[in-house]
């Protein structure tokens, strides 16, 4: 049998470098003064084009390359086709968004595309080491584009904020890896789970997993390391918002999974209880932070907050159920959040002209189709049935209740309740008559590439809360990928 060729492994992450490089080769044989918005549309077939890549990955059989540090298997590839159709999506909004003039359109474009390859290699990376260069380059590309509306004050301010205190959960994840390694005398994943049966130093592990979680518990605003994102969402362009929201949470998920699951199954009675309070804490703290905002913006950074809880939850299982569950959230809460942004991107233009909740009342007389498409996504977020919300935290909390969890399962609950509240009160808004039209009021008319992106999202959240089986199928076989007979066999004798 012939060996496949190790490029394949990355492939992906091979055509989307290629593409951020020729953004930035045609930018600059461009004239000075001539629109580079065209670049955009470079950036979206190599997105396309990455998308197909990491659909044929699926046929390849699972294993490693590059002295296996990346794996390719069920589990890697189902994060690259997610993390794929989230970047395609965002790049559409901001072509809505932006226009001919903007400035610095081509090192956009690049730094999105860019950003996405190190996502996809945290996603597949089997490798502490490879994990932190694919965190770096993520992170370095989000610092930059949070601001990148440099004539704004409030776009420096959130991209100075996010830098420092990124840096400062990156140099967590960094010294965690360094004392795992101290610990085991490896940072493979796999070995390291081989390794911790005979290590004299497993304290030193404990320790450098949590400072492993808290670096990654920043990237994905996971309380108490939230304080960054009402600001920085607050700062940053929507169309950028809808991607950071999702796309870096969506591999630094995959990667707290495949860490906890593949390199610390064994001390699961660390990890799980400290999970469990961190997933507490950002549903109730997310939540209750929501109720009090009146900016659009702001009040949706307080409920990625709470998702971000929602999804811990299902981390508590130690099961395959759980994984699943976690890996299928991961997907509805893009669909949603990706298209609410796209709306809020449209409706208050690419300077943020309209971000109160007030600003949106009468939404669906001025523009039914964003009204009817921003109701939608709120009532998805909420969990209303037949929406992709709605199962996404029902898998969460099954999980979790299979797995003992009553009491986080009715935080959860009683957290879903007070959501209703801050979602509601916006679908009220944009659908309450507005006294008078100000001429600030108007909408623009819907673009092209902001409607293919509304369908996608419409229709991805419609799927996954009508038909859900085949993306839950591929989300039990990407867990599968993981033994799972070590925690499950010491929790039962508990």
């Known amino acids: 049998m012939n060996e496949i060729p190790q490029v394949l492994r990355i492939l992906p992450e091979v055509v989307l470098t290629i593409t951020g490089v020729l953004i930035m080769l045609v930018d600059a044989s461009l004239p000075p003064k001539g629109s580079r918005k065209s670049l955009g549309w470079l950036a979206v077939l190599g997105t396309?084009?990455?998308?197909?890549?990491?659909?044929?990955?699926?046929?390849?059989?699972?294993?490693?390359?590059?002295?296996?540090?990346?794996?390719?298997?069920?589990?890697?590839?189902?994060?690259?086709?997610?993390?794929?159709?989230?970047?395609?999506?965002?790049?559409?909004?901001?072509?809505?968004?932006?226009?001919?003039?903007t400035e610095s359109l081509g090192e956009?474009?690049?730094?999105?595309s860019f950003g996405a390859v190190g996502m996809l290699l945290m996603s597949s990376a089997v490798e502490l080491l490879l994990v932190f260069i694919g965190l770096e380059i993520s992170s370095i590309s989000t610092y930059i584009l949070a601001g990148f509306r440099r004539k704004s004050a409030k776009g420096p301010e959130a991209a100075i904020k996010y830098f420092l205190l990124g840096s400062f959960a990156t140099a967590f994840f960094l010294y965690g890896t360094a004392l795992v390694f101290g610990a085991t005398g490896t940072t493979g994943i796999a070995a390291i789970a081989s390794s911790l049966g005979a290590s004299v130093t497993p304290q030193l592990a404990i320790v450098g997993l949590g400072m492993i979680i808290i670096g990654l518990g920043f990237k994905v605003s996971a309380a108490p390391f939230q304080v960054w994102t009402p600001d920085v969402y607050e700062g940053a362009p929507s169309p950028i918002v809808g991607l950071m929201s999702t796309a870096p949470k969506a591999a630094a998920f995959a990667v707290l999974l495949r860490i906890a699951y593949a390199a610390f199954p064994t001390l699961h009675t660390y990890w799980v209880p400290l999970l469990w309070i961190i997933a507490a804490l950002s549903m109730t703290i997310g939540n209750l932070g929501a109720l009090r905002q009146k900016n659009v913006k702001r009040m949706l950074a307080y409920s990625s907050i709470a998702h971000a809880g929602y999804l811990l939850v299902a981390f508590t299982a130690l099961s395959a159920d759980g994984i699943a569950a976690a890996s299928f959230y991961a997907v509805s809460y893009a669909a949603m959040n990706v298209g609410i942004f796209a709306v809020v991107s449209h409706t208050g233009g690419y300077d943020d002209r309209l971000t109160s909740i007030d600003d949106y009342r009468g939404l669906a007389y001025r523009s039914p189709l964003l009204g009817a498409a921003m109701a939608f996504f709120l009532i998805s977020l909420i969990g209303i049935p037949f929406t992709g919300g709605?199962?996404?935290?029902?898998?969460?909390?099954?999980?979790?209740?299979?797995?003992?969890?009553?009491?986080?399962?009715?935080?959860?609950?009683?957290?879903?309740?007070?959501?209703?509240?801050?979602?509601?009160?916006?679908?009220?808004?944009?659908?309450?008559?507005?006294?008078?039209?100000?001429?600030t009021a108007e909408i623009p008319r819907v673009s092209a590439p902001l409607l293919f992106a509304l369908l996608l999202t419409v229709a991805a959240t419609l799927i996954l809360g009508i038909v859900p089986g085949r993306i839950l199928a591929m989300a039990k076989a990407g867990a599968q990928t993981y033994d799972l007979s070590a925690p499950v066999t010491a929790a039962s004798q508990q």
Not at 108 to 112: G, I, N, Q, R, V
Not at 428 to 435: E, G
């Open 108 to 112: 956009l474009f690049a730094l999105m």
């Open 390 to 439: 709605f199962f996404g935290k029902f898998y969460v909390f099954t999980a979790a209740l299979h797995a003992g969890m009553v009491w986080l399962a009715i935080i959860g609950l009683l957290n879903s309740g007070i959501a209703t509240y801050y979602y509601l009160r916006v679908v009220t808004s944009v659908y309450s008559k507005p006294a008078t039209l100000a001429p």
């Open 48 to 101: 396309i084009a990455a998308l197909a890549a990491s659909l044929y990955q699926y046929q390849l059989p699972a294993g490693t390359a590059y002295y296996g540090t990346v794996q390719t298997d069920a589990f890697s590839v189902f994060f690259h086709v997610l993390i794929c159709g989230i970047v395609l999506t965002s790049l559409l909004v901001t072509l809505d968004a932006v226009q001919p003039e």
